[in-house]
């Protein structure tokens, strides 16, 4: 093992002993709606999406408990659409967070499906002034996840060797330069989008640490989940190597009150402006749009399907968490 590994896992481990994680959220079965807001504005990504009021989702069956006790979050996959996009959902957390740990634990996911954008991840108020951190997001036939940050100037990401399993694309997180590309991380693993759900899914964990400057996330497939995790009880010290390693930016000014997000948008400013450059999709039609609005069976499988959804924190944390309202 290189000398650069073991100051990384080093430092790895300082951070993952500063204490005991307790659940601060519980976004279980029986509350879980209770615990969002339904977003029923315009697409900010410019994507071809209705997105619908809970009553809307609970009629027409996009939103629902299963006789597991599972969350299903789904979109349109029976109507032909004009010209008012896909209905779908997409839901905010009524609380936010600045630091702590987000745990979810999910068995199927709407990736992989050409005209697709699926994204969860966390925002602060007043973009980008307050962050972004996109946890799984992908578009149309990709095959891999893309873990990105999103911030005002002055967040650098240090791309260090065996800090992460995932590749740095991009160091630079400033949301205005290059496109608002972020500083990327792309995972390596196709178990993390076009192999997800095949294989029943797996666990996401984010950490947010302000102390120690870092952002980390990890993700376990199901037959390798942690059994801290399982038991409900984090430790993080045996979790090993996350996929994305968020070094070298200050977290406590550039990350604060981020809402949770689930979404399933369709097209609009990556899925749609990449569809001529991904040859799985471009061969089904001339545009993402056209597809999307005329193709509806092709979206039966685009659902979130999740098994459970924890915010845990430490003493020390839990001062930035707080409930609030976003109308976006």
Same mark, same amino acid.
Request: hydrophobic share 35%.
């Given at each position: 093992?290189?000398?650069?590994?073991?100051?990384?896992?080093s430092?790895?481990?300082?951070?993952?002993?500063?204490?005991? !994680?307790?659940?601060?959220h519980?976004y279980?079965h029986? @509350?879980?709606?209770?615990?969002?807001d339904?977003?029923d504005?315009a697409?900010? &990504?410019?994507?071809?999406?209705?997105?619908?009021?809970s009553?809307?989702?609970n009629?027409?069956?996009?939103?629902?408990?299963t006789?597991? @006790?599972q969350?299903?979050?789904?979109?349109?996959h &029976?109507?032909?659409? &004009?010209?008012?996009?896909?209905? /779908?959902?997409?839901?905010n957390?009524?609380?936010?967070?600045s630091s702590?740990?987000?745990?979810?634990d999910?068995?199927?996911?709407?990736?992989?499906i050409?005209?697709?954008?699926p994204?969860?991840?966390?925002?602060?108020?007043?973009?980008?002034?307050?962050?972004?951190?996109?946890?799984?997001?992908?578009?149309?036939?990709q095959?891999?996840?893309?873990?990105?940050?999103?911030?005002? @100037?002055g $967040?650098?990401?240090?791309?260090?060797?065996?800090?992460?399993?995932g590749?740095?694309?991009?160091?630079?997180?400033?949301?205005?330069?290059?496109?608002?590309?972020?500083?990327?991380?792309?995972?390596?693993?196709?178990?993390?989008?076009?192999?997800? #759900?095949?294989?029943?899914?797996?666990?996401f964990?984010?950490?947010?640490?302000p102390v120690?400057?870092?952002?980390?996330?990890?993700?376990?497939?199901?037959s390798?989940? +942690?059994?801290?995790?399982?038991?409900?009880?984090?430790?993080?010290? /045996?979790?090993?190597?996350?996929?994305?390693h968020?070094?070298?930016?200050?977290?406590e000014?550039h990350?604060?009150?981020?809402?949770?997000?689930?979404?399933n948008?369709?097209?609009?400013?990556?899925?749609? @402006?990449?569809?001529?450059?991904?040859? &799985?999709c471009a061969?089904k039609?001339?545009? $993402?749009?056209?597809?999307v609005a #005329?193709? +509806?069976s092709?979206?039966?499988?685009?659902y !979130?399907?999740?098994?459970?959804?924890?915010v845990?924190?430490? /003493?020390?944390?839990?001062?930035?968490a707080r +409930?609030?309202?976003?109308?976006?």
């Amino acid at each position: 093992m290189h000398s650069t590994t073991l100051i990384v896992a080093s430092a790895l481990a300082a951070v993952a002993k500063a204490g005991s !994680w307790l659940v601060q959220h519980d976004y279980a079965h029986h @509350n879980f709606f209770d615990m969002f807001d339904f977003y029923d504005g315009a697409d900010p &990504t410019n994507g071809f999406v209705d997105y619908v009021d809970s009553a809307t989702a609970n009629t027409s069956a996009l939103t629902e408990i299963t006789p597991q @006790n599972q969350i299903y979050i789904g979109v349109d996959h &029976t109507s032909t659409i &004009t010209s008012t996009g896909r209905p /779908s959902v997409r839901l905010n957390s009524t609380a936010s967070y600045s630091s702590g740990l987000v745990i979810l634990d999910l068995e199927h996911f709407p990736g992989g499906i050409c005209g697709t954008w699926p994204a969860f991840w966390m925002f602060g108020p007043e973009w980008p002034q307050h962050g972004e951190i996109d946890i799984l997001e992908g578009v149309n036939a990709q095959s891999a996840n893309q873990m990105t940050l999103h911030t005002a @100037n002055g $967040c650098q990401i240090s791309s260090t060797h065996g800090a992460m399993a995932g590749t740095v694309s991009s160091t630079d997180c400033y949301a205005y330069a290059d496109g608002n590309t972020g500083c990327a991380v792309h995972d390596d693993s196709t178990s993390t989008y076009s192999g997800f #759900n095949a294989n029943k899914g797996g666990v996401f964990a984010t950490q947010i640490d302000p102390v120690n400057q870092v952002i980390q996330i990890w993700f376990f497939d199901r037959s390798n989940i +942690p059994a801290d995790i399982a038991a409900g009880t984090p430790t993080m010290e /045996s979790w090993g190597m996350p996929r994305a390693h968020f070094g070298g930016c200050d977290v406590e000014t550039h990350f604060s009150d981020l809402t949770i997000v689930f979404d399933n948008t369709f097209c609009g400013d990556w899925a749609g @402006n990449s569809w001529s450059s991904d040859s &799985t999709c471009a061969s089904k039609a001339d545009s $993402c749009d056209d597809y999307v609005a #005329n193709n +509806p069976s092709a979206f039966k499988d685009a659902y !979130w399907l999740i098994n459970s959804l924890k915010v845990y924190h430490t /003493s020390p944390y839990a001062r930035n968490a707080r +409930p609030v309202r976003l109308s976006a």
